[in-house]
């Protein structure tokens, strides 16, 4: 399978790019604006193995001031082949400044600034091979197998000789599963917590990406470009959500049941998620969905409401 990430990357590399600060002796400095980003990006799963490819040609505007004089100054941070034929550290990084003086700005840039440029560079990175990937490793015929025959060995029964991998497509597989837990405590009440698990608007706002949100029993669920979709099939108004639940990358057809468990605390609020029949290798990338994907982005969402209400 291949996932072309280009659109994403655009987001996320001004996302980590755009407002850093650089501050040193001679002055302080800001990143703007992404002004020109053209290449690409994809992912390939191959063998139960996930390849990178991606080529960047960027350039981003700085401004600054100097510390003593207060003078203003501005200019662009070009990296002209950000790719996976070159580590970060080897990828070259040119800062220029507009004419004028200024310079004490421009050794700024070039040393501190190309450090966290570098650094920002890391995190577009790290995102892509985890939060850009979740689920994407399929598991192929051979290993399946493996699993039903290591399940039917551990719950005391035996594989019979005419059941060979081969047949396992006729008679169908059945996927090992396993169970996820979490707990995580907002700072908010359970009403607005539900809110979010609910309303289209606040879905799309902490998921950053068009959704389907159809908050009723029978109700359709799709989330993060297709990746996730589902269906609601409990709602308790600000006490618990249950859902049939998958990845895109999942066997097909198969769900998992989600029960979510909202709780009011002093100040603060508690999700309880409780996730059946998640394939066996999938937990770790539905685990990270969830803590990455929904709840850190929650935890933004509401850190900003409370900031513009402020």
């Known amino acids: ?53 991606y080529e960047w040609n960027l350039r981003l505007s700085w401004k600054g001031t100097v510390k003593e004089s207060g003078e203003k100054h501005k200019g662009s941070v070009e990296i002209p082949n950000l790719s996976e034929e070159n580590e970060v550290d080897d990828t070259e990084i040119n800062v220029s400044k507009k004419k004028g003086e200024g310079d004490v700005l421009k050794d700024l840039m070039r040393t501190e600034g190309t450090t966290k440029v570098r650094e920002a560079l890391r995190d577009y990175l790290k995102a892509l091979k985890t939060e850009f990937t979740l689920g994407m490793i399929l598991p192929t015929k051979a290993p399946a197998a493996q699993e039903l025959a ?28 396993v169970r996820i837990h979490m707990r995580e405590v907002f700072n908010s009440t359970a009403d607005e917590l539900y809110s979010i698990f609910t309303k289209k608007e606040l879905v799309q706002k902490f998921s950053k990406c068009p959704a389907v949100i159809e908050a009723e029993k029978g109700g359709k669920l799709q989330m993060f470009e297709g990746f996730v979709s589902g269906e609601y099939t409990e709602l308790v108004p600000s ?72």
């Open 1 to 53: 399978t291949e996932r072309d990430a280009t659109s994403w990357s655009k987001r996320k590399l001004k996302e980590v790019l755009e407002g850093l600060v650089v501050e040193g002796e001679a002055g302080r400095c800001e990143i703007g604006d992404l002004k020109h980003v053209e290449g690409e990006a994809s992912c390939n799963s191959r063998k139960g193995k996930l390849i990178f490819f």
């Open 150 to 177: 290591m399940e039917q060995k551990s719950s005391g029964s035996t594989m019979q000789d005419s059941v060979t991998p081969q047949s396992l497509d006729m008679v169908g597989v059945k996927i090992p599963t």
């Open 239 to 310: 006490q618990r959500l249950v859902l049939k639940w998958r990845c895109r990358s999942w066997p097909d057809e198969h769900y998992a049941t989600v029960a979510l468990n909202f709780q009011d605390l002093v100040a603060q609020s508690e999700l309880e998620l409780e996730c059946k029949g998640v394939p066996i290798s999938h937990e770790e990338s539905a685990r990270q969905c969830w803590k990455k994907q929904y709840f850190e982005e929650i935890h933004i969402l509401l850190q900003q409401s409370k900031d513009s209400m402020e």
